[in-house]
Structures are given as C-alpha cells and as structure tokens.
C-alpha cells in the first residue's frame, strides 16, 4: 500500500475515535478516570457580512485513551 498524509490523516482521526470510544465505555470504572478524564477546547470562528453570515464550532476533547489510541494509529500505520 502506498503511504501518503492522507492515509495517515485517516489512521489519526480512527484512532482517536476509538480512543474516545474506550474511554467511554472505561468511564464507569472507578480506578480508570486517570483514563478516562477529557480536557476539551473550543474554536468558534464566525463573521457577519450582512448579506452572508457564517459560524462554526469546533469542539475537540482529548483523553489518555485517545492520545493512546492516536499512537497505536501511528504504530498501525508504520507498519503497513
């Protein structure tokens, strides 16, 4: 398989999605919410120009277990 940044781009974001997934299905358990504990950040762009108005939210929460799951993505994709 050819390796490009797109294919490594969607290896990232696969990764963090099952982080985030682990990390939800973890969260109910007691000892693992070093795990589990999201810090999340916000991005809103927005600008008004009376006759076209655009906005956007950009949310991103990361966990250990995702940050986890984005280096088992890079892990996977080196050795492809």
Do not use: H
Not at 12 to 37: E, K, N, Q, Y
Not at 51 to 67: D, H
């Amino acid at each position: 398989m050819k390796k490009n940044g797109w294919i490594l781009f969607l290896f990232l974001v696969l990764g963090l999605i099952a982080g985030a997934l682990v990390a939800r299905w973890l969260d109910s358990v007691p000892g693992l919410t070093f795990l589990t504990r999201s810090i999340e950040t916000t991005w809103t762009p927005s600008f008004d120009l009376y006759v076209l108005t655009f906005s956007m939210n950009l949310t991103l929460q990361l966990s250990l277990c995702s940050i986890i799951g984005a280096a088992a993505a890079i892990w996977l994709y080196r050795k492809v």
